[in-house]
Nanobody
Framework: VQLQASGGGLVQAGDSLRLTCAASGWNGSGKAMGWFRQAPGKEREFVATITSTGNTGYRDSVKGRFTISRDNAKNTMYLQMNTLKPEDAAVYYC?????????????????????WGQGTLVTVSS
Protein backbone atom coordinates (compact mmCIF):
# COMPACT_ATOMS: atom_id res chain seq x y z
CA VAL A 1 0.00 0.00 0.00
CA GLN A 2 1.25 3.45 -0.88
CA LEU A 3 -0.23 6.83 -0.08
CA GLN A 4 1.04 9.84 -1.98
CA ALA A 5 0.19 13.25 -0.56
CA SER A 6 0.60 16.40 -2.62
CA GLY A 7 -0.59 19.96 -2.92
CA GLY A 8 1.23 21.70 -0.11
CA GLY A 9 2.97 25.00 -0.54
CA LEU A 10 3.62 28.50 0.72
CA VAL A 11 0.57 30.73 0.93
CA GLN A 12 -0.50 33.87 2.72
CA ALA A 13 -3.01 33.97 5.52
CA GLY A 14 -6.50 33.90 4.06
CA ASP A 15 -5.49 31.93 0.98
CA SER A 16 -6.60 28.44 -0.01
CA LEU A 17 -4.89 25.17 -0.82
CA ARG A 18 -6.15 21.78 -1.92
CA LEU A 19 -4.30 18.69 -0.76
CA THR A 20 -4.59 15.39 -2.59
CA CYS A 21 -3.85 11.89 -1.34
CA ALA A 22 -3.65 9.10 -3.91
CA ALA A 23 -3.78 5.55 -2.60
CA SER A 24 -2.47 2.55 -4.49
CA GLY A 25 -2.61 -1.12 -3.58
CA TRP A 26 -5.39 -0.39 -1.10
CA ASN A 27 -9.00 -1.48 -1.16
CA GLY A 28 -10.92 1.36 0.43
CA SER A 29 -14.28 -0.36 0.65
CA GLY A 30 -15.59 0.04 4.18
CA LYS A 31 -12.47 1.83 5.35
CA ALA A 32 -11.83 5.38 6.44
CA MET A 33 -9.15 7.81 5.35
CA GLY A 34 -7.90 10.82 7.21
CA TRP A 35 -5.66 13.86 7.30
CA PHE A 36 -3.34 14.64 10.17
CA ARG A 37 -0.77 17.37 10.65
CA GLN A 38 2.36 17.96 12.63
CA ALA A 39 3.94 21.33 13.33
CA PRO A 40 7.57 21.64 14.47
CA GLY A 41 7.94 20.67 18.11
CA LYS A 42 4.36 19.45 18.38
CA GLU A 43 2.66 16.10 18.29
CA ARG A 44 0.81 14.86 15.26
CA GLU A 45 -2.83 15.90 15.46
CA PHE A 46 -6.06 14.92 13.80
CA VAL A 47 -7.45 17.25 11.14
CA ALA A 48 -10.25 15.48 9.29
CA THR A 49 -11.53 12.06 8.42
CA ILE A 50 -13.95 10.52 5.95
CA THR A 51 -15.51 7.09 5.79
CA SER A 52 -16.11 5.15 2.58
CA THR A 53 -19.74 6.34 2.62
CA GLY A 54 -18.75 9.99 3.02
CA ASN A 55 -19.33 10.44 6.73
CA THR A 56 -16.90 13.13 7.91
CA GLY A 57 -15.33 14.47 11.07
CA TYR A 58 -13.19 17.56 11.73
CA ARG A 59 -11.15 19.04 14.50
CA ASP A 60 -12.91 22.07 15.90
CA SER A 61 -10.36 24.62 14.72
CA VAL A 62 -10.84 23.77 11.04
CA LYS A 63 -14.62 23.34 10.95
CA GLY A 64 -16.15 25.67 8.40
CA ARG A 65 -12.79 26.27 6.69
CA PHE A 66 -11.63 22.81 5.63
CA THR A 67 -13.56 20.27 3.61
CA ILE A 68 -12.55 16.65 3.23
CA SER A 69 -13.77 14.63 0.28
CA ARG A 70 -13.06 11.37 -1.39
CA ASP A 71 -13.36 9.77 -4.82
CA ASN A 72 -13.68 6.05 -4.19
CA ALA A 73 -13.40 5.20 -7.88
CA LYS A 74 -10.00 6.89 -8.00
CA ASN A 75 -8.91 5.83 -4.51
CA THR A 76 -8.16 9.47 -3.85
CA MET A 77 -8.89 11.80 -0.95
CA TYR A 78 -8.82 15.58 -0.90
CA LEU A 79 -8.60 18.33 1.68
CA GLN A 80 -9.80 21.73 0.58
CA MET A 81 -8.36 24.30 2.96
CA ASN A 82 -9.81 27.79 2.86
CA THR A 83 -9.06 30.88 4.91
CA LEU A 84 -5.75 29.47 6.01
CA LYS A 85 -4.23 30.78 9.21
CA PRO A 86 -0.59 30.77 10.35
CA GLU A 87 -1.52 28.17 12.96
CA ASP A 88 -2.49 25.78 10.14
CA ALA A 89 1.14 25.59 9.04
CA ALA A 90 2.44 22.04 9.38
CA VAL A 91 3.37 18.92 7.52
CA TYR A 92 0.10 17.31 6.48
CA TYR A 93 -0.10 13.54 6.37
CA CYS A 94 -2.76 11.39 4.80
CA UNK A 95 -3.62 8.05 6.30
CA UNK A 96 -5.77 5.03 5.55
CA UNK A 97 -7.32 2.33 7.68
CA UNK A 98 -6.24 -1.19 6.92
CA UNK A 99 -9.26 -3.23 7.95
CA UNK A 100 -13.03 -3.08 8.06
CA UNK A 101 -15.11 -3.38 11.21
CA UNK A 102 -15.06 0.13 12.65
CA UNK A 103 -18.48 0.99 11.33
CA UNK A 104 -19.41 4.20 9.59
CA UNK A 105 -18.03 6.58 12.16
CA UNK A 106 -15.33 9.23 11.99
CA UNK A 107 -12.01 7.89 13.23
CA UNK A 108 -9.93 10.57 14.92
CA UNK A 109 -7.15 8.65 16.62
CA UNK A 110 -3.90 7.87 14.84
CA UNK A 111 -4.06 4.33 16.20
CA UNK A 112 -6.89 3.42 13.82
CA UNK A 113 -4.72 4.10 10.78
CA UNK A 114 -2.38 1.52 9.33
CA UNK A 115 -0.96 3.29 6.31
CA TRP A 116 0.60 6.74 6.11
CA GLY A 117 1.77 8.98 3.31
CA GLN A 118 5.05 10.87 3.31
CA GLY A 119 3.57 14.27 4.17
CA THR A 120 3.24 17.53 2.32
CA LEU A 121 4.37 20.84 3.81
CA VAL A 122 1.93 23.71 4.23
CA THR A 123 3.44 27.07 5.13
CA VAL A 124 1.19 30.04 5.91
CA SER A 125 2.69 33.51 6.19
CA SER A 126 0.93 36.21 8.17
Amino acid sequence: VQLQASGGGLVQAGDSLRLTCAASGWNGSGKAMGWFRQAPGKEREFVATITSTGNTGYRDSVKGRFTISRDNAKNTMYLQMNTLKPEDAAVYYCAAVGRVGYGDRPLRATTFYDYWGQGTLVTVSS
